[in-house]
């Protein structure tokens, strides 16, 4: 952002936190049975016999140091950006 290298990561309630890629101090992911950091499953569509999703699950763990950061809230999201906190 600005010419300075950045993490972001989008939440569920269609906001993204973002903070200096310097403050990232750790980022695991979870080791499937599969040995694969990814589980891959296909869910066929009963009405349809050449149609379904295509379903990708992952799971991470991030940490971070003690850094400024800033949560930002889309407006297509609902979100009231009078309840919006510092994420620091």
């Known amino acids: 952002m600005n010419g300075t290298p950045v993490y972001d990561g989008s939440t569920h309630r269609g906001e993204a936190l973002l903070f200096a890629n ?6 695991c992911f979870h080791e499937y049975p599969s040995a694969l950091r990814v589980a891959v499953s296909f869910e066929q569509d009963p009405e349809d016999k050449w149609g379904g999703s295509l379903l990708a699950e992952f799971q991470r763990h991030v940490e971070v140091a003690d850094a400024e950061a800033f949560r930002i809230v889309f407006a297509e999201s609902g979100g009231d950006e009078d309840d919006a906190e510092d994420a620091s």
Not at 22 to 27: C, F, I, V, Y
């Open 22 to 27: 310097t403050a990232l101090q750790k980022l």
